[in-house]
């Protein structure tokens, strides 16, 4: 077992922070801009139907006089019911546009966040639960559809007939108004007083719902392992935790709610008490008349639905910006290119200097190559402070540029983790070199944990050294473009992980344009046509989850046929073989080295099969390269090697 499987493999847990950064509405701006065609046609029809609204008034209130005085009513009955009419039609049409830009606004932040977060390092998912990070893209992003479709944007048509409400009922009896006021004002401060607790109420809750997802995630992605286990009570009651968690903070949320939702209620029963109360006993003093009474009623309930309006638009925008905190936590981390422009300059020009670009440079060197795994990829006990991550040092021949794209701050972490020692990280490699010649085969063998996987995913450039260079043809890799880079790289991981979808899918992940029958063609070279026989579906039959459809060496000759597939000029095997039978071994074998004629393969070497065959073995321990050689020489030179081959390499 490599050492990539033994870190992920710790007695702990990742910790998963509490509490987050908050979003700001400055930041929910821009979400809400991107819409602003359909945003301002919104606030016309808002404009139009407040006007609509608070013409209604008016006219019931002409009614009422000319009825009391016997006069022809002539078209204001008919002009009334129209203006009804056309405040329904566009309160119907409004609704459906915002509930279309809601729906818009949530899918531009799934993009933008599902893009940022497949180009984060590797180091950020070391550091993070899957489920979570689903959470965010899921649950967290919903949450932004109810600042348009909840009022945020209605709530500019309710200000304008707020303020047009407020005009007409001055114009009818300020002292009336004056009483209105005291109770609505009253109303707001409440209003305001709760909508802070709101926002971090929705923040947790958000936080727990991920909580939940990780857990059911990480229930259901080992199901197998917890039944044979005879721990699926125990599952079901560690994901019940997560779930009592989630609906605790759930509760929090709607009792907050609770508060605020009943003010504008009470403020419009009260204030209407008081109107009537107060304008019963005006218009028996003769101050005013019974159709003013009305009509100011009428302006009453029209001024308390927009406040109760912006009461649900506070409550939604600060749940909103709860969930926006945890998204922007996600944007805000910067991608594994992010410093790739400042580093690729100097990593040319030093290698210029060296006179490293030789046309007849080695396919891979490493040059006293140190790493350690950054501190956002720690496992810590549930009880530990989560320890700050740290960037380490790009060292380039004694200049250094800080800034790791691999090693970024995991901004998820509190200010009093912040404030924490770091977590020590040992060393995995220390100062490694050595060369991968063109067209020739190199083995990497080792005791688990010497480094090999880690030497293959510095070669793939998921992590970048922290001191020491990684060369492609010469070049420093930190001075490609990571897209190229791997282009030229086909890489068979330890896991050979299988995704859902069908077999073509699989086979055409790194080579898009691939036909139909060269996926036939390299799934025969690996033995696994009986896959393509056994279901009618061919090359479109699923695989299921993880590829659970397959068997563990299918999953490997898949994964490798991926990599044959691309037609890669270097070949990373991560113990390409390892679970493979012996006769399924040899046929792969045979495929690989029919297509590696050409190319330069760098095998991690689980059996010694794998290895006698090389052109160069190198010998790790300990992060360090102890010999070179082939089989026979580094028998006769290396005790470690001696035993390893003595015991079949099966390490």
């Known amino acids: 077992m490599s050492e990539t499987s033994t870190r992920s493999r710790g007695l702990g847990r990742r910790s998963t922070p509490k509490d987050g950064p908050r979003a700001t509405f400055s930041q929910l701006l821009p979400y809400i801009f991107e819409q602003k065609g359909v945003i301002v046609a919104v606030i016309v029809l808002s404009v139009l139907g407040a006007a609509a609204s608070l013409a209604q008034p008016l006219l019931v209130s ?43 606004v949530v899918l531009a932040s799934r993009k933008r966040l599902i893009a940022r977060m497949l180009h984060l390092p590797i180091a950020q998912f070391d550091s993070r ?15 932004l559809r109810a ?21 007409a009922m001055l114009v009818i009896d300020p ?5 209105t006021a005291l109770v609505i004002a009253v109303s707001i401060v409440v209003v305001t007083l709760l909508s802070g607790r709101i926002r971090e109420a929705s923040h947790a809750t958000q936080a727990k719902v991920g909580e939940l997802s990780s857990g059911v995630e990480r229930s259901i992605s080992a199901v197998r392992t917890v039944r044979a286990s005879n721990a699926t009570d125990r599952e079901i009651a560690t994901v019940e935790h997560h779930a009592v968690g989630a609906y605790e903070a759930g509760v929090k949320v709607a009792r907050i709610s609770a508060l605020v939702v009943p003010v504008a209620g009470i403020a419009l029963q009260v204030s209407l008490l008081v109107v009537l109360g107060l304008g019963g006993f005006r218009v028996a003093a ?54 790739d422009r400042d580093l690729a300059p100097l990593a040319v020009i030093i290698g210029a200097a060296n006179d490293a670009v030789l046309p007849d440079a080695p396919a891979i060197e490493f040059r006293e190559v140190r790493f350690s795994y950054p501190a956002t990829s720690v496992i810590v006990e549930p009880s530990e402070t989560p320890a700050p991550s740290l960037n380490p040092l790009v060292e380039l021949d004694g200049l250094s540029q800080t800034g790791s794209p691999d090693a970024a701050t995991d901004s998820s972490t509190t200010d009093a983790a912040a404030d924490a020692p770091a977590v020590p990280r040992p060393a995995v490699l220390g100062g490694v070199s050595f060369t991968a010649p063109r067209g020739k085969r190199t083995a990497l063998v080792g ?45 068979v991981e330890q896991d050979a992980p299988v995704l859902a979808g069908s077999i073509r899918d699989n086979l055409v992940l790194s080579a898009p344009d691939a036909t139909d029958e060269q996926c036939i063609s390299v799934l025969a070279a690996v033995n696994l046509s009986e896959v393509l026989d056994r279901d009618p579906a061919g090359l479109s039959a699923e695989v299921g989850e993880n590829g659970v459809m397959l068997s563990g060496g299918e999953r490997q000759r898949l994964a490798i046929a991926r990599a044959l597939l691309s037609e890669s000029p270097i070949l990373l095997l991560d113990e390409s073989t390892s679970s493979l039978d012996g006769v399924n071994e040899q046929k792969m074998r045979d495929a690989i080295d029919a297509v590696a004629e050409d190319r330069t393969l760098i095998v991690i070497a689980h059996r010694l099969s794998t290895v006698v065959d090389s052109d160069q073995i190198v010998v790790l321990e300990h992060g360090r390269v102890i010999g070179t050689g082939t089989h026979s020489e580094l028998v006769a030179s290396t005790p470690l090697y001696r035993d390893l081959a003595r015991h079949q390499l099966l390490v």
Not at 129 to 143: E, M, P
Not at 294 to 305: G, T
């Open 286 to 339: 003769g101050d005013i008349e019974i159709g003013s009474l009305v009509a100011f009623i009428m302006l009453l309930f029209m001024l308390i639905a927009p406040l109760g309006s912006a009461f649900g638009a506070l409550t939604s925008v600060n749940s909103a910006l709860g969930a926006l905190g945890r998204i922007q936590e996600i944007i805000d981390l910067p991608t594994e290119d992010q410093n």
């Open 62 to 104: 002409n009614l009422i006089t000319l009825v009391q005085a016997g006069d022809d009513l002539g078209n204001l009955v008919t002009i009334l019911i129209a203006l009804v009419v056309i405040s329904a039609l566009i309160s119907g049409y409004q609704h459906y546009l915002l509930q279309r830009t809601g729906e818009s």
């Open 175 to 179: 002292v009336l108004l004056g009483a």
């Open 147 to 167: 600042v348009l479709t909840q009022g945020l944007v209605d709530s500019v048509g309710g200000v304008l007939l707020f303020v047009g409400a407020l005009i």
């Open 447 to 491: 005791p688990s944990g010497a480094g090999k996987s880690t030497i293959l995913a510095l070669i793939e450039r998921f992590y970048d050294p922290t001191g020491g260079e990684v060369r492609l043809g010469g070049l420093d890799i930190r001075s490609l473009d990571r897209h190229d880079l791997r282009a030229q790289i086909g890489y």
């Open 129 to 143: 639960r899957t489920g979570d990070l689903v959470s965010r893209v899921g649950s967290d992003t919903t949450l």
